[in-house]
């Protein structure tokens, strides 16, 4: 069974801002809709680095401002992982 990357990015995002995952998309902006701070941003990495059982290094940590960014990172690390 494939993983809905997106998906699960979303509902990872919701459970942590207490967001319902409806009112996320992949042009969600981070810091402005969903009011996330740098701490949060780090809380974020680490879920889907504990999930999905990949590392996103610093650099790309700080290019993650909307949900989109977050998809196409974790994507891409999962595809150098398989």
Do not use: C, Y
């Amino acid at each position: 069974m494939a993983i809905n990357v997106e998906q699960e990015v979303k509902n990872m995002l919701a459970k942590i801002t207490d967001t319902s995952v409806d009112k996320i998309t992949l042009e969600t902006d981070l810091v402005n809709d969903l009011e996330i701070d740098s701490l949060k941003i780090i809380e974020i990495a680490t879920e889907i680095e504990k999930t999905f059982k990949v590392s996103i290094s610093d650099a790309e940590m700080v290019t993650i401002r909307k949900v989109s960014d977050a998809v196409t990172i974790l994507q891409k690390l999962l595809t150098e992982k398989a």
